[in-house]
């Protein structure tokens, strides 16, 4: 029988010898009301191990893309013998009945690394603890997803795959189901300034649904860049261009000194006017507007109704008043879309005061955590 999930948001992460994290490090994403958060910030120095909690998570989701993997992305499982277990708490439905569960998607050799307790489970509203592992069995060399994982985490998984490919057709993910998409955007990230050419209608990379979509710098290849993507939209006809067009005037051009115009069908390009005068690609923005333009436009339009948005370093190319109007953004719209969530890492205080925890807001579940690098002693 077709199982469907109506619900999934993280609950926890636990990793053991990953990067710079030695031994069993394990946080929470649920807050003291054992709510998933959908605003989480990750503080510490660089080097740290904030990019390893959030690599781990993208590491972990890109999992439900296949039953069989070469690799799983992350040199301290791949080279080593380290651990990751990725815990999200998810509603299934099956057409009879709708249960909440704890699924665990386990990576590498040690298995299992957190048994939830029946209190846990509890507090979290869910019936009981589902485990879908990943490995590589005795003469393999191939990443496979063990047959032995729960039958109902393995039907979960076989319509994560069935429906990789399907076309997004909406923005914000509306009216679609609850299939999970991570979007992670590392810290090197942006608009490519020079153009790589060929430009073509087309429907651009990434434009369908995957459980993980990575966005580094865009622009690299025409298929990849936003130029194509708002090309794509306008092509269509749906609203969606127009509507990346009021995202981008509203939030990012907020002064009104500079407008993202009509898609011009000749040159095919999104461009920007500068005082009505002068315009220019999107590539010749400046580096923080780039990067805001880049992160807006992209989840708007890559993401499902359960998105977990993964932003290394947020304050990479963006000077205070623009850091800020990106954490207040990202407030706004995990006010409005319940579905989606945001786990971003940074070293910067003012983050910190920004995003405020403690804090208590409508409509936002706020939580965190502090990370620090363990090292193991040498054994002599």
Known sequence: MAIRSTHFALAGLTLLDVGPLRDTTSVSFLTAE???????????????????????????????????????????????????????????????S??????????????????????????????????????IRPGSRVIERFADSDRQAL??????????????????????????????????????RNSAGGQVIARPEQLSYAPVHVFGVDGATWASSLDNLFVWFAWLGDGREELCREIVNRYVFRDGSKTLLDVDRERLRAPVSVDGIVEHGLDQLSSGERQLVQLLVRIASHMS???????????????????????????????????????????????????????PEDGLRKFGCLVKPRFKASRQ
Request: charged content about 20%; proline content about 5%; hydrophobic content about 45%.
């Open 155 to 192: 039907d979960f998984a076989d319509t994560i795959i069935a429906e990789i490919g399907e076309p997004t057709r909406s923005m914000f993910g509306t009216g679609s189901t609850a299939f999970p998409t991570l979007l992670y955007f590392p810290s090197d990230r942006g608009i490519a």
């Open 34 to 96: 054992h709510e998933p958060a959908n605003i989480y910030l990750v503080m510490g120095p660089n080097g740290g191990g904030k990019t390893t909690l959030l690599e781990a998570i993208a590491a972990a989701m890109s999992m439900l893309g296949a039953a069989v993997h070469a690799k799983y992305g992350m040199p301290s499982l791949d080279e080593g013998n380290g651990g990751v277990q990725l815990d999200a708490l998810i509603r299934l439905d099956d057409g009879i």
């Open 98 to 135: 709708s249960e909440t569960f704890i699924l665990s998607i386990v990576l590498g050799s040690p298995g299992l690394l957190k048994n939830w307790t029946e209190p846990d489970l509890q507090a979290a509203g869910a019936s009981s603890q589902l485990v879908l592992r990943y490995g």
């Open 305 to 359: 109704a359960a998105t977990i948005v993964l932003i290394d370093e947020t304050e990479q190319h963006l000077h205070l008043v623009m850091r800020r109007r990106l954490i207040t953004l990202i407030k706004e719209w995990a006010k409005e879309h319940t579905g989606l969530s945001f786990y971003i890492t940074s070293h910067q205080a003012d983050s910190l005061r920004i995003v405020a925890p403690k804090i």
